[in-house]
């Protein structure tokens, strides 16, 4: 009988000196699980606690268990994907596309004044990005969660500002002022529906079924963007007509 030491901790990596930390018992150790560190050794788990903490699949087979508080929200990131991927900046590339753009023209300047396509789309683009940032800021500030379908009609408003301000439409001789604010409005919206959906899988989900949960909205905001992008070809010949 070979001695032991009443002391060892028997998942210490250190060596006391006497036979149950030597080399031959440290490989006779079951290994600590690789994916949680800390956590107990894969051995003494239950395989069925592994796999349901990782996949997808069965978060998938248990749906019930999460889908009552997301599939609205995983249909508002949907149509916010969908707007966001017209106006980001998409419709605007193919409706203002000649080498320079009237900033003011008749009657309400006395002069046509315009500037070059592409100073327009920088400023668009900063007006987004900004839109986006305090979207994000400010819904970590909220309190209480909001369904992000609230958010989507702001981005409708926004939508509905640059549409009305292209040529040949009711606010057409202000469109390069109105546009970029259009596009605040929509990436504010955008901002907003993505971190109140992040806080509702954080705050309201298992944790089992996060990653099931995650995918899911995903793969519908995914899908969005693939509706908004086919829209644009005929949103283009509508905004044009």
Known sequence: IRPTCKS?????RSSCGWSCCSAEAAQRRPPR???VPG?????????????KGRSVVMGLREWTEWTP?????CLAS???MAILEVFSPGLLLFVYNTPRLSLLAPPVWLETVSVPKDLFFVFYDLCTAAGSLVGRYTAYRIQRLVHPAWFVILMIVGAALIIVSTPGHYLGAFGLLLAP??????LLGDGLVYVMVCRFIDEHVPKAYSTAA???????????????ANMIAYLRDWVSA
């Open 214 to 228: 995650l995918s899911c909205w995903l793969f519908t905001a995914d899908l969005g963007s693939n509706i908004g």
């Open 33 to 35: 699980s690789p994916w």
């Open 181 to 186: 604010l259009g596009g605040f409005v929509v």
């Open 39 to 51: 956590a107990a050794p894969a051995a003494e788990r239950s395989h069925r606690a592994i796999w």
């Open 78 to 80: 949907l149509a916010d």
């Open 69 to 73: 508080g997301m599939w609205s929200r």
């Open 8 to 12: 060892c901790d028997p998942w210490s």
